[in-house]
């Protein structure tokens, strides 16, 4: 079946725009989380939603990032008035509800902030 | 304190030869899972192996398998017979807690290259 779709897969914007990423996870997957990954450095967690609970946005590193997912299904990721430091790969990735469900990662959106 | 720390930033093996990739967490809950993770230079993620801290026996999932040492605090990444294709990072992670955020907490990464 289908997998976690991401658009774009690039985007390259100048400072101060803001842009919006698209993820769509696996189909019935009730679990989706957003990461952020730097240029060769591990990921780093931006913000999680379970079904219709209250996202999880401790990670989120500053008030220019924001995330809906609407339905319970496709996410959208928010960042404004961009900076450089936000250039990074973003990752989506979707789990089933409950118990140690891996995760199953999008193919990510490069994001480069010239 | 680092959660997942990944000691080997680079790691080199011979194809065919078995290859083992550290991998050391810290937390104080009880109840948490340990993931391995596959980046090719493509970047997608694949995943590879789980083990749960409750859980007797190591992972094993065909070539993978995980040498998880509880009071050592480590989960070890062990490749059997190397392949060419086994080139990529590698990212340890770990989930803490039954509840709440269930987000992964990511090593830094090791890059292994596979020689022929």
New interface residues.
């Given amino acids: 079946g289908a997998g976690v779709s991401q658009s774009p897969s690039n985007k390259v914007t100048e400072k101060g725009k803001d842009v919006e990423l698209r993820c769509d996870p696996i189909s019935g997957h009730t679990a989706l989380y957003w990461y952020r990954q730097s240029l060769g450095q591990g990921l780093e967690f931006l913000i999680y939603f379970q079904g219709n609970s209250a996202p999880d946005k401790s990670g989120l590193p500053s008030d220019r990032f924001s995330a809906e997912r609407t339905g319970g299904s496709v996410s959208t990721l928010t960042i404004q008035r961009t900076q450089q430091e936000d250039s990074a790969v973003y990752l989506c990735a979707s789990s089933q509800a409950g118990g140690d469900n891996e995760q199953f990662f999008g193919p990510g959106t490069r994001l480069t902030v010239l | 304190a680092q959660k997942?720390t990944q000691t080997q930033p680079g790691m080199f093996v011979q194809e065919k030869e078995a290859v083992t990739l550290d991998c050391t967490y810290d937390t104080s809950d009880p109840s948490y899972?340990l993931?391995w993770?596959k980046q090719p230079s493509s970047?997608?993620?694949i995943?590879l192996i789980?083990q749960?801290s409750y859980d007797q026996q190591n992972a094993t999932e065909g070539r993978y398998s995980l040498n998880f040492q509880k009071a050592r605090k480590s989960a070890n990444l062990v490749i059997s017979a190397s392949q060419l294709g086994d080139s990529a990072m590698y990212?340890c992670?770990m989930?803490e807690g039954q509840g709440?955020?269930?987000?992964?907490?990511?090593?830094?990464?090791t890059r292994l290259q596979v020689q022929p």
């Fill in positions: 997942i899972g993931f993770y970047g997608e993620m995943f789980y749960g990212f992670a989930r709440g955020r269930r987000a992964l907490t990511f090593g830094s990464g």
